[in-house]
């Protein structure tokens, strides 16, 4: 989708290592999530915004941090990957709106 | 919390059948959503149902909402192999979507001709 980028598309990494990952809106929405998708999982929630320097931890959030300085961009920072952080994270996007929300393209991380 | 669970998890159909996919959830949602997605891709959304009684229908896919029974249904009438992919139900709790969606694990959906 135009208005949701996700930064990079694939990355992999050490374990230990930091990893940053960005979510870019031009939307303008209020509320950006980050969800990670594993075989068998489905989606499960990370962190979320609901405006700029308003987070909130979601059902899986142990090792990640986020930060949203501005209201276009959501970063996802994994302190010190671990294996088990191998996955795909997607960002969302969400206006309150009876249109739901949009999901980004995804990042595909790999942690060796 | 909101759990939602979804059966089946894999189905194997052949084209011209109809079959349907069952989303439970545990508590009071706010909305139901559906989702599609394809191998390596985004999700894409299908239907969102706000309402008891709510029947949202695009081509061969149909779904409705029960809140009394805490059940939402995706029909697919008269499949296709186009609609090979994988489905996911999610429920939102809070107004607004203030804390996000909660998802299924999803049905694998294999449509052969």
């Known amino acids: 989708d135009a208005g949701i980028t996700q930064s990079p598309r694939h990355k992999v990494t050490e374990t230990g290592t930091p990893v940053t990952l960005r979510c870019h809106q031009t939307?303008?929405?209020?509320?950006m999530y980050w969800y990670r998708q594993d075989p068998g999982h489905g989606l499960r929630l990370i962190h979320y915004?609901?405006?700029?320097?308003?987070?909130d931890k979601g059902e899986v959030s142990d090792g990640y941090s986020v930060s949203r300085s501005k209201t276009e961009d959501f970063l996802l920072t994994l302190e010190s990957a671990t294996s088990s952080q191998t996955s795909v994270y997607f960002c969302?996007?969400?206006?309150?709106?009876?249109?739901?929300?949009?999901f980004g393209s995804g990042t595909r991380l790999t942690v060796v | 919390e909101l759990k939602v669970e979804q059966n089946p998890l894999f189905l194997s159909m052949q084209e011209g059948k109809n079959y349907t996919i069952y989303c439970n959830y545990s508590?009071?949602?706010?909305?139901l959503y559906w989702y599609r997605q394809d191998p390596g891709k985004s999700l894409e959304s299908l239907f969102v149902?706000?309402?008891?009684?709510a029947v949202k229908q695009e081509g061969r896919l149909m779904a409705s909402l029960d809140t009394k029974a805490r059940l939402s249904t995706l029909h697919i009438t008269a499949a296709v192999h186009d609609l090979s992919a994988t489905y996911f139900c999610?429920?939102?709790?809070?107004?607004?979507?203030?804390?996000?969606?909660?998802f299924g694990k999803g049905t694998h959906l294999i449509i052969q001709p």
């Open positions: 969302a996007i969400s206006a309150q709106t009876l249109f739901g929300y949009t």
């Open positions: 939307e303008n929405h209020r509320y």
């Open positions: 915004s609901y405006g700029v320097k308003d987070t």
């Open positions: 508590t009071t949602s706010d909305r």
């Open positions: 149902l706000l309402s008891n009684g």
């Open positions: 999610a429920g939102q709790t809070s107004g607004g979507g203030a804390d996000g969606l909660t």
